[in-house]
């Protein structure tokens, strides 16, 4: 194991602070009559109410969550979908304008965002032209100041999953914080780092409701790391992060797990079927191997193609002018009739 020393790691305001405590802190038994809070004792014009403050620790969910993934409750920390989660650790960790994070570009944009907003560093070491990590060019770009290295494997927009080889070479020597978004994890044949948590003191995990659940509206993302860094998160977030209804309605859906693995099942079947399609049409150049719900497509005149589905009704993403994505757009895999509309519409354009 590496040497790992979590205190140096988070910011001194951060290590002192002292976290806002709600009424429902302060009070956690049953009691008949709740004027702590200073909500309506009266209810709500909604038939549900919600004139009460939701839970801010998630207790119910947590359980849920840990039982599904295999991990106590202290391993979990829920945010304001992932990317909550991911602001928060630039606030534990990150000194503005002192520390610095590395990012492996083509990659997920909050990351860089949620840098530029807490006026973090950004240091890029992109991927090699197979989309996998330069481990010698990461290694370059450490120094003192490095808090944070930002993994996403099953990584978006590219959509294959990472050497679990190189990511496990990060995490054995690099002594700051290594998080790895597995957004995308339930699409992968790849499986989830969740397992091997207790190897790694310096592993953040982030997962989500967001895509494979099917609850992007609803904003609710995970971590999962050592308790002591689920501890520091906790202080840092808003203390009613997840609001009532969501906190109820995903413990609902968190009960269809069989539901939730026949989607799977079926879009990982469209995104294989949408892949050989694809890749025996005239003017498409390459369709890249995915782990995920999504196909990166490599194709002639990319940008007009994209205003050429848009014209259509059909918006897929530009991805044509990124760094090792040129030439390249990025399609959701869709219900099998809107991947039908897509393959159509490709057909009727004039690529030569
Ligand atoms: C979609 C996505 C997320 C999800 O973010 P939420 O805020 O949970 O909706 C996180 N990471 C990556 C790489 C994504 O593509």
Redesign the pocket.
Known sequence: MIMFDLPSLVRENVKHLVPYSSARDEFTGKADVYIDANENSLGSPLTRWYNRYPDPHHQALKAKLGTIKGVSPEHIFI????????DILYRVFCVPAKDNVIICPP??G?YEVSAHINDVELRKVELTRSFQLDLEALERSIDGQTKMIWL?SP???TGNVLDRADVEMVLNNFEGIVVV?E??INFSRQRSLIPDLADYPNLVI?Q????AWGL?AL???MAFASPAIIDFMNRVKPPYNINQATQELALLALDEVDQVNDMIRLLVEEREKLTSVLSGMRGIRKVHVSD?NFLLVEMEKAHEVYRFLLDKGIVVRDRSKTPLCEDCLRITVGTPAENQKLINALMAFSFS
Request: net charge negative; charged share 20%.
């Open positions: 945010g304001n979908g992932s990317d909550e989660a991911i990659t997920y909050m996403c990584n978006n927009p978004d957004a995308y982030l989500t409701l967001s895509k992007a904003r609710l993302g995920t």
